[in-house]
T-cell receptor, first 112, second 113 residues
């Protein structure tokens, strides 16, 4: 059974810092990994999808890497801004299944 | 940019009542999902739907739950007799193909009193 862990659960940083968010998963037989952003009381916004054959995927100030063999992904946020404050979740498909298994998320606060 | 639309955004219902949550998927997407998030907990899978039938469901998705695509555009989740523990944010998600990027709606916050 796939388990997804995100540590730490929360992070507070000053504006401008480069950040690394971590995600680990137990079953490395995944098709892809998806990073989402969730604002308080809102839905999930897809940030990046990284395929199992890829090592990295970039979108603007965001860069996601994937190391299947070690069961890890990182989301790198460059030059953080207060508008980046949100909860960031990673999700992977359960092996052989369509369903996504989510981590509990990491609540990021970027202070001006 | 195409988006998944959910209605209502918030619903309050009495225990034992039936509720229907609605979703308009991204057009040309063929895979549909419902997830829920109880306050403070992880997002958890309920059901997937493809080709007008359920393709997978979780243990949570018991006989009280049902899904359908009544008119070829909407995708609905029905809870027949709501319980207090059904209070959660319910998310609809859609995908263009199996195991591709999933796009989520803004959610319906269901409060059972």
């Amino acid at each position: 059974k796939q388990e997804v862990t995100q540590i730490p659960a929360a992070l507070s940083v000053p504006e401008g810092e480069n950040l690394v968010l971590n995600c680990s998963f137990t079953d490395s037989a995944i098709y892809n990994l998806q990073w989402f952003r969730q604002d308080p009381g809102k839905g999930l916004t897809s940030l990046l999808l990284i395929q199992s054959s890829q090592r990295e995927q970039t979108s603007g100030r965001l860069n996601a890497s994937l190391d299947k063999s070690s069961g890890r992904s990182t989301l790198y946020i460059a030059a953080s801004q207060p508008g980046d404050s949100a909860t960031y979740l990673c999700a992977v498909p359960q092996g052989g299944s369509e369903k996504l298994v989510f981590g509990k998320g990491m609540k990021l606060t970027v202070n001006p | 940019e195409p988006e998944v639309t959910q209605t209502p955004s918030h619903q309050v219902t009495q225990m034992g009542q039936e509720v229907i949550l609605r979703c308009v998927p991204i057009s040309n997407h063929l895979y549909f999902y419902w997830y829920r998030q109880i306050l403070g907990q992880k997002v958890e899978f309920l059901v997937s739907f493809y080709n007008n039938e359920i393709s997978e469901k979780s243990e949570i998705f018991d006989d009280q739950f049902s899904v359908e695509r009544p008119d070829g555009s909407n995708f609905t989740l029905k809870i027949r007799s709501t319980k207090l523990e059904d209070s959660a944010m319910y998310f609809c998600a859609t995908g263009g193909a199996r195991n591709t990027e999933a796009f989520f709606g803004q959610g319906t916050r269901l409060t059972v009193v």
